[in-house]
């Protein structure tokens, strides 16, 4: 199993003997939260742990059912009767976990994440910016596409920093975009997606007729005995307690994978996953991606599994040091960077909230240079008035440098030339940049060399 080292102190490349560090691979520097092994052959989820208990309550009913079952039927039928039943269940038994394994240490159809955001279409608030400054980009938060004739919205994600593509979701527990997005299973430890759906539901329902297997035959050897000592079921149940455990067992484990199995037999047949199912409820609205039974049936299990679009063990250059903003045209700006800069896809708190923040993007815009600041409000009174230029911000405490400047860290909603929407600001990326590092002031020197 690999895990993601921390990353290393700032130093010469070569490590002071001389030598190039190589390249890490793409597993080693994997922004999701699988887990890798075997040098980044398999890939699972953050929750492989649970498919060792999958494999144990597969295993351990199989191997009881050979040794005090199928064993004793190998006596009671001809010689390769009795074989082949024993041999039967241990030849499906490793079909079972084979698919199993195939379901979860394969690629599920993970999207590769954006190293930046895409490029914006089209600026927003144009009307109110000034001839000599370039207004802020905004990404739309949804888009419209047509799928076989109907409309289809797909949805920006901020932590992949990609649109999604039609039925791609994000998976909060991988915290990967999938393809196909069918359900994260905990029982086998990975997203089921594009490229593992047909092994999940092969698994699903060989292990329904293993359970049906080992139960049936379970009953045929109580019968072998009554017929044999001439006992009622009850006493010929009484001398094979191991018959009697496999046939609870299986009978309660059938009702789960049996049912699994019907739901996603109706899922294929209606060319649905089980995200849209609970989401959309195509029952009620027209669905785009139905071709009909047959059609639906040969999409899944007759064409061809696409190639993962990750290759994990390739070499990938390492990012330069030190933060580096993006600018497209004068900025950009997430479709949620107004609301908050925390990861808002996987429900975290975001890093700065609103009532926190305020005062401190206010400090922010008001010491940054005059191609921001609309110089018209220089006539305002009170917290109408734009701050001194000349004047230096300490942007790590968030307040002016200068105490003369305290009273007037507040720009204007109206008069502000940053892109903005009905009132409420939007972050550029060039202010982030700036708030992570020392305080700057307009010309360019930290609050501390003033």
Same mark, same amino acid.
């Given at each position: 199993m690999y895990v993601v080292p921390p990353p290393q102190g700032s130093g010469s490349a070569d490590g002071g003997g001389g030598a190039v560090a190589m390249a890490p691979r793409t597993y080693q520097v994997w922004k999701g939260s699988n887990i890798f092994f075997l040098g980044g052959r398999f890939i699972f989820g953050p929750d492989v742990r649970s498919l060792a208990l999958t494999i144990f309550l597969i295993a351990a009913p199989v191997a009881v059912f050979c040794v005090f079952v199928a064993r004793k039927l190998m006596d009671d039928f001809s010689h390769h009767l009795g074989i082949s039943i024993m041999v039967v269940a241990v030849l499906f038994t490793v079909y079972d976990l084979a698919l199993l394994l195939l379901t979860s240490g394969r690629d599920p159809g993970i999207i590769p994440?954006?190293?930046?955001?895409?490029? *914006?279409?089209?600026?927003?608030?144009? /009307?109110?910016?000034?001839?000599?400054?370039?207004?802020?980009?905004?990404?739309?938060?949804?888009?419209?596409?047509?799928?076989?004739?109907?409309?289809?919205?797909?949805?920006?994600?901020?932590?992949?920093?990609?649109?999604?593509?039609?039925?791609?979701?994000?998976? /909060? %527990?991988?915290?990967?975009?999938?393809?196909?997005?069918?359900?994260?299973? *905990?029982?086998?430890?990975?997203?089921?997606?594009?490229?593992?759906?047909?092994?999940?539901?092969?698994?699903?329902?060989?292990?329904?007729?293993?359970?049906?297997?080992?139960?049936?035959?379970?009953?045929?050897?109580?019968?072998?005995?009554?017929?044999?000592?001439?006992? /009622? %079921?009850?006493?010929?149940?009484?001398?094979?307690?191991?018959? %009697?455990?496999?046939?609870?067992?299986?009978? %309660?484990?059938?009702?789960?994978?049996? +049912?699994?199995?019907?739901?996603?037999?109706?899922?294929?047949?209606?060319?649905?996953?089980?995200?849209?199912?609970?989401?959309?409820?195509?029952?009620?609205?027209?669905?785009?991606?139905?071709?009909?039974?047959?059609?639906?049936?040969?999409?899944?299990?007759?064409?061809?599994?696409?190639?993962?679009?990750?290759?994990?063990?390739?070499?990938?250059?390492?990012?330069?040091? +030190?933060?580096?903003?993006?600018?497209? +045209?004068?900025?950009?700006?997430?479709?949620?960077?107004?609301?908050?800069?925390?990861?808002?896809?996987?429900?975290?708190?975001?890093?700065?909230a609103p009532e926190a923040g305020s005062g401190v993007v206010s400090d922010l815009e008001g010491g940054l240079s005059n191609d921001v600041l609309d110089t018209k409000d220089s006539g305002l009174n009170g917290s109408d008035v734009s701050p001194d230029l000349s004047r230096s911000i300490d942007l790590s405490h968030g307040v002016p440098a200068d105490p003369a400047m305290s009273g007037s860290g507040v720009i204007h909603p109206r008069r502000s030339s940053w892109g903005r929407?009905?009132? /409420?600001?939007?972050?550029?990326?060039?202010?982030?940049?700036?708030?992570?590092?020392? +305080?700057?002031?307009?010309g360019g020197k930290t609050a501390g060399s003033q």
């Amino acid at each position: 199993m690999y895990v993601v080292p921390p990353p290393q102190g700032s130093g010469s490349a070569d490590g002071g003997g001389g030598a190039v560090a190589m390249a890490p691979r793409t597993y080693q520097v994997w922004k999701g939260s699988n887990i890798f092994f075997l040098g980044g052959r398999f890939i699972f989820g953050p929750d492989v742990r649970s498919l060792a208990l999958t494999i144990f309550l597969i295993a351990a009913p199989v191997a009881v059912f050979c040794v005090f079952v199928a064993r004793k039927l190998m006596d009671d039928f001809s010689h390769h009767l009795g074989i082949s039943i024993m041999v039967v269940a241990v030849l499906f038994t490793v079909y079972d976990l084979a698919l199993l394994l195939l379901t979860s240490g394969r690629d599920p159809g993970i999207i590769p994440r954006n190293a930046h955001p895409p490029e *914006p279409e089209s600026f927003e608030g144009s /009307s109110e910016v000034g001839g000599g400054q370039t207004p802020q980009q905004r990404l739309p938060r949804m888009k419209d596409v047509i799928v076989n004739g109907i409309t289809v919205k797909i949805k920006y994600c901020d932590t992949c920093m990609l649109y999604r593509p039609p039925r791609c979701s994000h998976c /909060s %527990i991988c915290n990967n975009c999938v393809e196909r997005f069918d359900h994260h299973c *905990p029982w086998v430890g990975q997203c089921i997606g594009l490229r593992n759906y047909r092994f999940f539901f092969m698994f699903v329902f060989s292990t329904t007729v293993l359970c049906l297997y080992v139960f049936c035959f379970c009953w045929v050897y109580i019968k072998r005995i009554m017929d044999a000592e001439e006992k /009622s %079921i009850l006493k010929a149940m009484a001398k094979t307690p191991a018959s %009697i455990a496999l046939i609870v067992y299986t009978f %309660i484990s059938v009702w789960f994978v049996g +049912g699994l199995t019907v739901f996603h037999f109706y899922l294929i047949s209606t060319n649905q996953t089980t995200y849209e199912n609970f989401r959309y409820r195509y029952d009620r609205r027209a669905n785009p991606y139905n071709r009909g039974v047959v059609e639906n049936f040969k999409e899944i299990f007759f064409t061809s599994i696409p190639p993962s679009k990750n290759t994990f063990r390739a070499r990938v250059p390492r990012e330069p040091s +030190g933060l580096q903003a993006r600018s497209v +045209g004068g900025g950009f700006v997430s479709p949620n960077m107004g609301k908050s800069v925390g990861d808002l896809e996987m429900g975290r708190k975001p890093v700065w909230a609103p009532e926190a923040g305020s005062g401190v993007v206010s400090d922010l815009e008001g010491g940054l240079s005059n191609d921001v600041l609309d110089t018209k409000d220089s006539g305002l009174n009170g917290s109408d008035v734009s701050p001194d230029l000349s004047r230096s911000i300490d942007l790590s405490h968030g307040v002016p440098a200068d105490p003369a400047m305290s009273g007037s860290g507040v720009i204007h909603p109206r008069r502000s030339s940053w892109g903005r929407k009905s009132g /409420s600001w939007e972050i550029s990326p060039d202010v982030l940049a700036s708030a992570a590092g020392a +305080g700057v002031t307009s010309g360019g020197k930290t609050a501390g060399s003033q």
